[in-house]
């Protein structure tokens, strides 16, 4: 035979014996991993309880994220009507943070959405807090007044042109709140007899951002 012929075969040889290497090192791997996954199995048999344990704190993990999501993201409300522009718009679709009223009221300015007398059967309003519980609230000239003193807002509001009820003075009780539409002259508000102050237990939260439409995507100042 001659020399090339001699220096294939032994090339082929070298490399029928790297294969068999490497095949032997697989077949190696997957026994081990087979016999780790056994006893893995092995060991939840032996240990339903354990297992199950397991499988129940994952469970109550996912709940309660899901049910701080909700509180804090999840609840959303269609405003309705025209009471809200420029803030808001009519089908504008708002989330709630409801939690937070849970353990404290509305701050001054708030916007918030309630049931109208705590009704189940009505859609939630949206208007802007203005008046806190205890406070003194008139409107004199389009001017708000608290406890006598002419409140200066931060944003530009139209000026009222009706104060309705508010022409006198409304003190508030320990759980109501004086709310107005951002849009005064086309708002039903707390001016008026039809809806009045808004108690506590009939917010249902603080509306913080627009879902939709897009283009009215974002925070509510």
């Known amino acids: 035979m001659s020399r090339t012929g ?4 032994e090339r082929d040889r070298r490399n029928k014996d790297r294969i068999s290497q490497e095949q032997a090192i697989q077949e190696k791997h997957s026994r081990r991993e087979m016999r780790k996954q056994k006893k893995e199995r092995e060991k939840v048999r032996k240990n339903p309880i354990k297992a199950g344990l397991g499988w129940l704190f994952q469970i109550i993990v996912v709940i309660l994220f899901a049910y701080i999501a909700v509180f804090f993201f999840g609840q959303s409300r269609t405003n309705i009507g025209q009471a809200m522009n420029s803030t808001l718009s009519g089908g504008d679709v708002v989330l709630l943070n409801e939690l937070s009223y849970r353990f404290s009221g509305p701050s001054r300015e ?3 959405s309630f049931k109208l007398n705590g009704s189940e059967d009505t859609h939630s309003y949206i208007r802007r807090v203005i008046g806190l519980p205890g406070e003194t609230i008139q409107i004199i000239d389009g001017m708000i007044y608290i406890n006598g003193s002419v409140y200066l807002e931060t944003q530009g509001f139209p000026q009222m042109e009706n104060a309705g009820m508010a022409a006198q003075e409304i003190t508030l009780g320990e759980d109501e709140y004086f709310v107005l539409g951002d849009n005064r002259n086309q708002s039903e508000d707390s001016r008026f007899a039809d809806m009045g102050n808004v108690k ?3 917010i249902e939260g603080k509306v913080w951002a627009v879902l939709s439409p897009s283009d009215h995507r974002g925070l509510v100042k």
């Open 200 to 202: 506590l237990e009939d």
């Open 110 to 112: 708030d916007v918030i």
């Open 6 to 9: 001699r220096n294939r075969r």
